[in-house]
């Protein structure tokens, strides 16, 4: 059993009768992504050398395609990503709280990725800081990281929002740190309770305002007496919204946001076999203890799922609010260091800049990276020049 098997092999082997099966309803995004992980370290797109200056190593390596639904070109991505945020981490604990959506919901976002996404992101982040800004919970401006993810274990649409707190926050005349009792943020009944209305209204509005699209089972969503009476049955259900344990300390930030920053919908390490067209991947049951279990899918199935989670070309799919907001992060931050008597970090890349060579993941040597140079191979252009492929990572 094959122990390096990649999405990229499926791809490969399936693709074209995919591509053929599914031509009147496969979308422009969905080519883009098949045709990026099926090119990405091939003769494709080309290659370059890379060699050390400190020793003289050289190798032959193929370029990347750097789409960010590819398992294998999330690594530097993320290590560069990382070094921005370690400079911008408080000296505090920090909290981790999720946002999920009834199913109803996930099948009209399937069909308005955009416009339902956005509102996701915006009911999860307002959520938090009006009810941190009450006096009666906490009184203060907070600062929030917000990751969307669409997928659960199996691959199936289950978009939700991964949320990473400092435990405190700015007063609310920018004179004080006020910190949150120790183990607990905010009350997630009160949470998910205000997520659930932002989020029915502003999606009550973009009915309104006519930006969004119902198809097949959801065709009948267009009628808006329809819509009224599903928003009211939504209004009637429990949204999930939990806090998980508070992290030990910020190097705890740094690996917990590593691991879900730049995930994408499923790593090549969790593939097992594929076989007689039949894919299987290993999964977490969290229902049952988390219990790794094995999946098998037809590969025309499995393929399928891959590409649900496909992204709006430029969507942002890392957002930072409130004290992480990008207008006034580097001000807010300075005040609340000052308030907590906090040193000033050194600036990402202050001590030299991350080698564009390879994925960490797929590094030389160890002491090499340091002195690890590229030169490109000028006689292979990339295919991503050729068909004009967008940096979507």
């Not at 997928?151 to 005349?173: F, N």
């Not at 207008?327 to 906090?342: E, F, I």
């Amino acid at each position: 059993m094959r122990t390096d098997l990649e999405v990229a092999d499926v791809f490969h082997r399936h693709g074209a009768d995919y591509r053929r099966d599914h031509h009147g309803h496969l979308g422009r995004v969905e080519r883009r992504v098949m045709a990026a992980v099926e090119a990405c370290r091939t003769a494709a797109l080309g290659g370059h050398t890379e060699y050390c200056v400190d020793c003289g190593l050289v190798r032959q390596a193929y370029n990347s395609c750097r789409n960010r639904h590819c398992p294998k070109c999330q690594g530097l991505a993320r290590a560069r990503w990382l070094a921005d945020r370690k400079a911008e981490l408080l000296p505090v604990p920090y909290f981790h709280v999720v946002f999920t959506v009834p199913a109803a919901i996930a099948a009209i976002a399937f069909q308005n990725k955009a416009a339902v996404y956005a509102i996701l992101f915006q009911a999860a982040s307002e959520a938090l800081r009006v009810a941190a800004a009450d006096p009666k919970h906490l009184g203060a401006e907070i600062g929030v990281v917000a990751v969307l993810h669409t997928w659960g274990q199996t691959l199936q649409h289950h978009p939700h929002i991964h949320c990473v707190i400092p435990g405190g926050g700015l007063s609310l005349d920018g004179e004080r740190w006020i910190a949150c009792r120790p183990g607990f943020f905010l009350p997630v009944r009160v949470l998910s309770r205000l997520f659930k209305r932002l989020f029915l209204d502003r999606l009550r509005g973009a009915f309104k305002a006519g930006e969004l699209r119902f198809f097949n089972d959801l065709a009948g969503l267009a009628d808006p007496a329809a819509f009224r009476a599903r928003l009211a049955e939504l209004r009637r259900t429990e949204w999930v919204v939990y806090a998980k344990s508070p992290f030990g300390g910020p190097e705890q930030v740094l690996a917990y946001l590593g691991r879900y920053t730049h995930r994408v919908a499923i790593a090549n390490s969790r593939l097992v076999a594929l076989d007689q067209g039949r894919v299987s991947f290993r999964w977490k049951d969290y229902r049952h203890h988390d219990k790794t279990k094995l999946m098998t899918l037809g590969a025309d199935e499995f393929i399928r799922r891959f590409l649900l989670h496909a992204l709006p070309d430029g969507f942002h799919r890392i957002r930072h609010y409130g004290l992480f907001a990008n207008g006034r992060r580097a001000a807010k931050l300075a005040q609340c260091r000052r308030l907590l008597a906090a040193p000033t970090p050194v600036p990402a890349g202050a001590g030299g800049r991350l080698s564009r060579a390879l994925p960490l993941s797929h590094g030389p040597p160890p002491g090499h990276l340091s002195g690890l140079r590229r030169r490109h191979d000028p006689l292979r252009p990339s295919l991503a020049q050729a068909h004009g492929w967008p940096d979507t990572s």
